[in-house]
T-cell receptor, first 109, second 114 residues
Framework: GQNIDQPTEMTATEGAIVQINCTYQ??????LFWYQQHAGEAPTFLSY??LDGLEEKGRFSSFLRRSKGYSYLLLKELQMKDSASYLC??????????WGAGTKLIIKP | ETGVTQTPRHLVMGMTNKKSLKCEQH?????MYWYKQSAKKPLELMFV???????ENNSVPSRFSPECPNSSHLFLHLHTLQPEDSALYLC?????????????FGPGTRLTVL
């Protein structure tokens, strides 16, 4: 079966750095997405990786290592507004997105 | 973000009611999706439409009936639902259905079935 694993919840301090890991086992691979979802709101797109390596976008970076079925989302200089759930999703060989259950990130002052 | 809108935002219905959820996208996209999001569970893909044609139905019970009159509008008709159908229903759209086609989501309809 297809599976996406990510931690259920993480806690970090304002101004610090946090890394959210995602491991996947899917039938085929056509890219990996990270989304942010604040409580009661729509998921919003953060990043897309299809090749190995690091993609940097401001305070957020996403890393992919396809041979390990592994990705992480790195958030720097954490702000209180970064408190949200972070969803990892992989596009499989049928071009369907397979979703993780999300990681709830709690930022403390 | 007002690219994808959904109405209503909240809906409470009994098991014998019939209701419809509406989604509209203003992004000029060709593909639209319905997802179900339950607490602490991954998003579940329900239906995919590409150029108004249904291309995916992920074994969704017939009490959920989608309709896509054009590439900008998507409906989900609900009838004789069960309490376990209570969830957040999200609509999304994308330019196409290829690998790099990012999906953009609406705010969702919070559905409660009594």
């Amino acid at each position: 079966g297809q599976n996406i694993d990510q931690p259920t919840e993480m806690t970090a301090t304002e101004g610090a750095i946090v890394q959210i890991n995602c491991t996947y086992q899917t039938s085929g691979f056509n890219g990996l997405f990270w989304y942010q979802q604040h409580a009661g709101e729509a998921p919003t797109f953060l990043s897309y990786n299809v090749l190995d390596g690091l993609e940097e976008k401001g305070r957020f970076s996403s890393f992919l290592r396809r041979s390990k079925g592994y990705s992480y989302l790195l958030l720097k200089e954490l702000q209180m507004k970064d408190s949200a759930s972070y969803l990892c999703a992989v596009m499989d060989s049928n071009y369907q997105l397979i979703w993780g259950a999300g990681t709830k990130l709690i930022i403390k002052p | 973000e007002t690219g994808v809108t959904q109405t209503p935002r909240h809906l409470v219905m009994g098991m014998t009611n019939k209701k419809s959820l509406k989604c509209e996208q203003h992004l000029g996209h060709n593909a639209m999706y319905w997802y179900k999001q339950s607490a602490k569970k991954p998003l579940e893909l329900m239906f995919v439409y590409n150029f108004k044609e249904q291309t995916e139905n992920n074994s969704v019970p017939s009490r959920f009936s989608p309709e896509c009159p054009n590439s900008s509008h998507l409906f989900l008709h609900l009838h004789t639902l069960q309490p376990e159908d209570s969830a957040l229903y999200l609509c999304a759209s994308s330019q196409g259905t290829g690998g790099a086609d990012t999906q953009y989501f609406g705010p969702g309809t919070r559905l409660t079935v009594l």
